[in-house]
Structure formats: structure tokens, C-alpha cells
């Protein structure tokens, strides 16, 4: 499944925002520093998706806050 995820990094709290069918919007603690915010961002959409972490992909976009994901189930 493929999904586009806007991330935000340094937020208030931790949270995924459902904007469109296939169009997340994830919120992280982490900075945009050293990966880290990816990290983080992996780890809720593992959550969300009741997956392991190493489901998650990031196809496209690993430098930038648009980025698009798949989850291999």
C-alpha cells in the first residue's frame, strides 16, 4: 500500500492526521536531524499499520517533509 505522508518535525506531540484516503499527515517530537525524525515517523506508521518496523518503506522523499511510503504487508 502506498501512502503520501507530510511530516512535521519538532511538534508538540506526536500524531498521525488522517487527510485524505491515502494522505497522512505525522507529526514528531524529533528533529529533521541525523534521520531522526524519520525514525520516529517509521516507528508511528508501524503502529498505526499494526506492522513490524521493517514494513515500512520510504520510497521517495527522505530528505524532504513530502515523502512517499509503502507498507508491505
Known sequence: MYIKVKVVPRAKKSEI???DKDYL????LSPAIK???????IELLAD???????AVKIIRGEHSRE???????
Open 17 to 19: 492526521i488522517k487527510l
Open 25 to 28: 499527515k505525522v507529526k514528531v
Open 35 to 41: 534521520n531522526k525524525a524519520n525514525k520516529e515517523m
Open 48 to 54: 498505526y499499520y499494526s506492522v513490524n518496523k521493517s
Open 67 to 73: 515523502k512517499l511510503v509503502i507498507i508491505l504487508r
